[in-house]
């Protein structure tokens, strides 16, 4: 059965397994996931229900700008969340 999937979200949670530790936050699951809330608030989402859909989605992932854009955003979320902890 095909499922609908925000691809945007799996992305966000790729890229904070990656970058996360790198940020100058907290690092407990409440504050992780305060971050992932806020830059997903920010980021249009892609809906995908087929691979070729993932695969189109995962292309435009590889676009060097939107690393830069996941990693501005991942450091704004952070720094809010940093100031406004919720733990």
């Not at 940020?23 to 407990?28: K, L, M, T």
């Amino acid at each position: 059965m095909k499922q609908l999937r925000n691809y945007t979200e799996e992305a966000v949670k790729q890229f904070i397994e990656k970058w996360y530790k790198e940020a100058d936050v907290c690092q407990c699951d409440s504050c992780r996931l305060d971050v992932m809330a806020i830059m997903l608030n920010q980021l249009p989402p892609k809906y995908v229900v087929t691979d070729k859909g993932e695969l189109f989605a995962q292309m435009i992932d590889f676009d060097p700008q939107n690393r830069i854009d996941y990693m501005t955003i991942m450091t704004q979320a952070a720094n809010t969340v940093k100031s406004n902890q919720r733990h």
